[in-house]
T-cell receptor, first 113, second 116 residues
Framework: AQSVTQLGSHVSVSEGALVLLRCNYS??????LFWYVQYPNQGLQLLLK??????LVKGINGFEAEFKKSETSFHLTKPSAHMSDAAEYFC???????????FGRGTSLIVHP | GAVVSQHPSRVICKSGTSVKIECRSL??????MFWYRQFPKQSLMLMAT?????????EQGVEKDKFLINHASLTLSTLTVTSAHPEDSSFYIC????????????FGQGTRLTVV
């Protein structure tokens, strides 16, 4: 079984500040990890993913995440928040051969001017 | 890149009527597609797995007679909400996997269903 915990349903930052969205996972098999972004009334857009290889993964829009097996974490960061980053972010876990991610509950990122 | 198109993006219907939502994979074939439901401020809940050429597989608690799924071709799956009621109002999202080395499912844009 797999599960995802996203700490904090809401994260509020000032424009230009560091963004840190936390994600911890549980998996009995090697995980594939994803971060998705969802804007209001839209589907999910893949930000980045980790499957194998380099543990620091760079994605779109300046986001990156680091897979830390010892901490079972896959936190999402961005050095400088932009107003357009305000959205809902979902961390998800799956594994090789599975196309059905287990999603976290989501974190709403609020960016203040 | 792979694209999944979902239509319509918004629909308003009267109670008792049926609504069909389409999910298309535009540049790849998908023998399997997935349908999710998302309640406000919540995560995605898997409703069912749509299988081309065979019956859909429904998750526990999802009424198969209420949510009819048809996977007519390798690029099209449809979800029909039958005899819709206000409690069926929700955001519905489909996804389709592109089989390959890296497991990844691509998501449609979602459909906002409002039943009045």
């Amino acid at each position: 079984a797999q599960s995802v915990t996203q700490l904090g349903s809401h994260v509020s930052v000032s424009e230009g500040a560091l963004v840190l969205l936390r994600c911890n996972y549980s998996s009995s098999v090697p995980p594939y990890l994803f971060w998705y972004v969802q804007y209001p009334n839209q589907g999910l857009q893949l930000l980045l993913k980790y499957t194998t290889g380099a543990t620091l993964v760079k994605g779109i829009n300046g986001f990156e995440a680091e897979f830390k097996k010892s901490e079972t974490s896959f936190h999402l960061t961005k050095p400088s928040a932009h107003m357009s980053d305000a959205a809902e972010y979902f961390c998800a876990v799956t594994s090789a051969g599975s196309y059905i991610p287990t999603f976290g509950r989501g974190t709403s990122l609020i960016v203040h001017p | 890149g792979a694209v999944v198109s979902q239509h319509p993006s918004r629909v308003i219907c009267k109670s008792g009527t049926s609504v069909k939502i389409e999910c298309r994979s535009l540049d790849f074939q998908a023998t399997t597609m997935f349908w999710y439901r998302q309640f406000p401020k919540q995560s995605l809940m898997l409703m069912a797995t749509s299988n081309e050429g065979s019956k859909a597989t429904y998750e526990q608690g999802v009424e198969k007679d209420k949510f009819l799924i048809n996977h007519a071709s390798l690029t099209l799956s449809t979800l029909t909400v039958t005899s819709a009621h206000p409690e069926d109002s929700s955001f519905y999202i489909c996804s389709a996997p592109r089989e390959g080395v890296n497991t990844e499912a691509f998501f449609g844009q979602g459909t906002r269903l409002t039943v009045v």
